[in-house]
């Protein structure tokens, strides 16, 4: 699968972005989904995940009631609504994909934050908020 994000850029704080992830793969909707992202001299972080068909979404408590991950399955396509931007948002976002198996299902409310779950990984998108 490979996964193409778009959508960043720079914004103000208090404004607003959405990004997009495409997949390549026709089948999406057999892959949750989760939204990373690295500030320079930082490790990449879990922002964001959603399941296979979307009725579950996880967030990192610091985007939690600003940040929206949903997905459309038609169009292979993921998003990561940001609203309230601050300058700490500022990163490379980064979109990933996991195989939904049996053990994904069994596993994913536990695990959907682990970098090391997912199996593809997008090129990232750089989103800069100025204060």
């Known amino acids: 699968v490979q996964l193409q994000a778009s959508g960043g850029g720079l914004v103000q704080t208090g404004d607003s972005l959405k990004l997009s992830c495409v997949a390549s793969?026709?089948?999406?909707?057999?892959?949750?989904s989760g939204w990373f992202r690295q500030a320079p001299g930082k490790e990449r972080e879990f922002v964001a995940a959603?399941?296979?068909?979307?009725?579950?979404?996880y967030y990192a408590d610091s985007v939690k009631g600003r940040f929206n991950t949903s997905r459309d399955n038609a169009a292979n396509t993921v998003y990561l609504e940001m609203n309230i931007l601050k300058p700490e948002d500022t990163a490379i976002y980064y979109c990933?994909?996991?195989?939904?198996?049996?053990?994904?299902?069994?596993?994913?409310?536990?695990?959907?934050?682990?970098?090391?779950?997912?199996?593809?990984w997008g090129q990232g998108t750089q989103v800069t908020v100025s204060s």
């Open positions: 990933a994909a996991r195989v939904w198996s049996l053990h994904t299902y069994r596993e994913f409310s536990r695990t959907y934050y682990s970098r090391e779950k997912y199996d593809y």
């Open positions: 793969e026709r089948t999406f909707n057999a892959y949750a």
């Open positions: 959603i399941s296979w068909k979307g009725s579950n979404t």
